[in-house]
């Protein structure tokens, strides 16, 4: 079992930047592919960034050239750093982990079995 807890959501003017942070249990972490996704109001949750063990990272075009995934396996942890934010940015970001998969970008929500509870981004205009 692994729990994921985020943090660093909060609210900031367009152009500006956060950096999501998303702690994990677990003594397999540096196996896991991990993931950040996002939910607006009224929408699917969506993909944005994943890395996987051998720290190979995958974009979703919207964060491409703006968004940077890393993961710290002494710490267990992995972050989203959002620069160039957007209103339609805002959402309940949301970080994800699945155990080995190799070489495969995994990006669908439903692909991944452990979830953290979310974090609040709002990107005012």
């Known amino acids: 079992q692994v729990q994921l807890v985020e943090s660093g959501g909060g609210l900031v003017q367009a152009g500006g930047s956060l950096r999501l942070s998303c702690a994990a249990s677990?003594?397999?972490?540096?196996?896991?592919?991990m993931g950040w996704f996002r939910q607006a109001p009224g929408k699917e949750r969506e993909f944005v960034a994943g890395?996987?063990?051998?720290?190979?990272?995958y974009y979703a075009d919207s964060a491409k050239g703006r968004f940077t995934i890393s993961r710290d396996n002494a710490k267990n942890t992995v972050s989203l750093q959002m620069n160039g934010l957007k209103p339609e940015d805002t959402a309940v970001y949301y970080c994800?982990?699945?155990?080995?998969?190799?070489?495969?970008?995994?990006?669908?929500?439903?692909?991944?079995?452990?979830w953290g509870q979310g974090t609040q981004v709002t990107v005012s205009s």
């Open positions: 994800a982990a699945v155990g080995y998969s190799g070489s495969y970008h995994v990006t669908q929500p439903d692909e991944y079995p452990y």
């Open positions: 677990g003594r397999t972490f540096s196996t896991y592919s």
């Open positions: 890395i996987n063990w051998s720290v190979v990272t």
